[in-house]
T-cell receptor, first 114, second 116 residues
Framework: AQSVTQLDSQVPVFEEAPVELRCNYS??????LFWYVQYPNQGLQLLLK??????LVESINGFEAEFNKSQTSFHLRKPSVHISDTAEYFC????????????FGSGTQLTVLP | GAVVSQHPSWVICKSGTSVKIECRSL??????MFWYRQFPKQSLMLMAT?????????EQGVEKDKFLINHASLTLSTLTVTSAHPEDSSFYIC????????????FGPGTRLTVT
């Protein structure tokens, strides 16, 4: 079975500051990795994903995440955050060849302060 | 593209009644749909996986007779909460996955269920 740990439940940060949201996973097999963002009272939106290839993946709104196999991590980073980035962020894993089920972490609430 | 809708977006019902929630993939065919439940300030918990034309696979601890899932077409899945009770109040989110080779899931906006 797989598990996902998001170490920080809440991350407050000032606008234009850098941020890192941590995600570690546990799995005995290779996994696909995802970051989803959830705005209040909305469903989840895919932010970025790692399936294979380059270990650094980027989103269109400035976020990036790096897959580190040795540390079993997939931390999410942004060099300069905006007020509009305030949301809940979920890290998730899926096992290739499985029924495409996602296992989610507990989420990190990112709050960008003016 | 890859839009998933849910209806209704919120519903209030009385204890003992049943509520149906629809999940539709608007611009793609979803061979697999998933139903999640999310409590306030918590993560998503997978309730069941449904493939078009076959019975849903429920996660451990989820009552299949209480949470009826029907995936009658490649664009529609429904979740019926039967004999709802206040403890069933939650945010229900569906997702849809296109094709057998895709590992992406596209999420609906969620349905807020309140049972009084």
């Amino acid at each position: 079975a797989q598990s996902v740990t998001q170490l920080d439940s809440q991350v407050p940060v000032f606008e234009e500051a850098p941020v890192e949201l941590r995600c570690n996973y546990s799995s005995s097999v290779s996994v696909y990795l995802f970051w989803y963002v959830q705005y209040p009272n909305q469903g989840l939106q895919l932010l970025l994903k790692y399936l294979s290839g380059s270990t650094l993946v980027e989103s269109i709104n400035g976020f990036e995440a790096e897959f580190n196999k040795s540390q079993t991590s997939f931390h999410l980073r942004k060099p300069s955050v905006h007020i509009s980035d305030t949301a809940e962020y979920f890290c998730a894993v899926s096992v290739p060849g499985s029924a495409r089920q996602l296992t989610f972490g507990s989420g990190t609430q990112l709050t960008v302060l003016p | 593209g890859a839009v998933v809708s849910q209806h209704p977006s919120w519903v209030i019902c009385k204890s003992g009644t049943s509520v149906k929630i629809e999940c539709r993939s608007l611009d793609f065919q979803a061979t697999t749909m998933f139903w999640y439940r999310q409590f306030p300030k918590q993560s998503l918990m997978l309730m069941a996986t449904s493939n078009e034309g076959s019975k849903a696979t429920y996660e451990q601890g989820v009552e299949k007779d209480k949470f009826l899932i029907n995936h009658a077409s490649l664009t529609l899945s429904t979740l019926t909460v039967t004999s709802a009770h206040p403890e069933d109040s939650s945010f229900y989110i569906c997702s849809a996955s296109p094709g057998t080779d895709s590992y992406e899931q596209y999420f609906g906006p969620g349905t807020r269920l309140t049972v009084t």
